[in-house]
């Protein structure tokens, strides 16, 4: 009896160890599946580490966004919208409304009950380009604009296939280096209007979506398709822009989005000293900067009196603080599905607070017409 007690005891913790084995077994044959099987749209990793997270509900200045949109479908929206930029430390928001004519003066009358919260861009009218007397008539309308209130220019946009975010007319196949433009820009220059331009997407869009691209998560939706005849690639564009801001020394130019030069922020930085009437935004780039603090906090540092903050990224108070988390604080490898649909960990770029200033109010100060 003694001798058998221990055998029985010892029996079913041997069948627990063999129920448990085949368990593990078959965990771990469901992770490597798992490992093998989840599509990267399906992959939304959380971060495993315990470290500071730094919530910053109001920005450290009070801030200019120099990149936004016209997205508020009702007056409640635009209530909302002030109530997240009150609350969140955003003084005004520029609206780029890529527009001219009566779609101009809507947006103008619909935020007009916050009157100073918000300034309006207008676009460049290219209806009847390449017919005689076109120039007189887009400057005539950039003038009618100008008197309903539009201090800038944008968004023009061109991503190789001319200056396509235009409304109503999109500039097919007009860069902005075109000399038909000159007598346009001029006018800007003489009022004092900054033109707001996106050229070109980020390197990695342009190269092959396979197994090696870093921004695959993206690559379905961003991914630019080279195989159009005539169309401009990554380069072409920077060329067309910088040849056009070398043209026009008079007018301010605000290249959007870092230029669109995040894997190679050098490639701004060589722009930026090659002409002094040349700004940029890091609108919507929080993403593709926030994986290279050190190097993104060096540049913006560098060159603090040419950049300006913007968001182009909704009217969310959620959002205006996930940027301010990235641009002021040291946290680290963070996710944040507001600022992108990247894989990539973000960490806080700790800016200086006079860097903040320069980068939040006092550059936008420069560049926004008072009058
Ligand atoms: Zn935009």
């Known amino acids: ?38 599509l990267l749209k399906n992959y939304h990793p959380v971060s495993i580490y315990n470290i500071p997270i730094t919530r910053v509900t109001k920005a450290a200045w009070p801030v200019t966004d120099m990149h936004s949109h016209d997205y508020a479908k009702s007056d409640a929206d635009i209530d909302r919208w002030v109530r997240a930029m009150d609350s969140s430390g955003i003084a005004r928001t520029v609206i780029l409304t890529y527009s001219t ?15 100073g919260r918000f300034l309006f861009y207008c676009g460049f009218d290219y209806t009847g ?27 023009l946009g061109d991503k190789g296939e001319g200056e396509l975010y235009s409304y109503p007319t999109p500039g097919r196949g007009i860069h902005i280096d075109n000399p038909a433009l000159k007598p346009l820009l001029s006018r800007c220059g003489a009022l004092k209007m900054p033109v707001i331009i996106h050229v070109a997407e980020d390197r990695w869009m342009y190269q092959q ?7 695959l998560m993206n ?9 159009v005849p005539g169309k401009l690639d990554h380069d072409q564009l920077l060329a067309s822009l910088s040849k056009a801001v070398g043209e026009n020394p008079n ?17 701004l930085g060589d722009l930026l000293s090659r002409h002094p009437n040349l700004y940029a935004d890091i609108a919507a780039r929080y993403a593709e900067t926030g994986p290279i603090p050190r190097f993104a906090a060096a540049f913006i540092t560098r060159w603090q009196d040419r950049l300006v903050y913007g968001t182009d990224m909704g009217t969310e ?24 649909d990247y894989h990539w960990a973000l960490y806080g770029f700790n800016l200086p607070k006079d860097v903040l200033r320069k980068l939040y109010q006092a550059n936008a100060e420069k560049i926004i017409t008072q009058h």
Request: hydrophobic content about 35%.
């Open 1 to 38: 009896m003694k001798r058998l007690i221990p055998t029985l005891l010892f029996l079913p913790a041997c069948l627990l160890f063999l129920q448990y084995g085949s368990l593990a077994q078959t965990d771990s044959k469901n992770t490597a599946r798992a490992g093998n099987d989840i």
């Open 101 to 115: 004519g009566p779609r101009f003066d809507s947006i103008v009358d619909k935020y007009s009950r916050y009157k």
């Open 129 to 155: 380009f390449g017919q005689p007397g076109w120039a007189e008539k887009a400057i005539a309308e950039l003038n009618r604009c100008y008197q309903k209130g539009a201090r800038g220019i944008g968004e």
């Open 209 to 215: 979506p396979d197994a090696s691209n870093d921004g």
């Open 219 to 227: 690559a379905e939706k961003w991914h630019v398709n080279m195989q």
């Open 251 to 267: 007018v301010t130019f605000v290249a959007c989005h870092f230029a669109n030069c995040c894997s190679d922020l050098n490639v």
């Open 317 to 340: 108070a959620s959002m205006y603080r996930s940027t301010f988390r990235i641009l002021e604080t040291t946290d680290e490898h963070f996710y944040d599905p507001s600022l992108s």
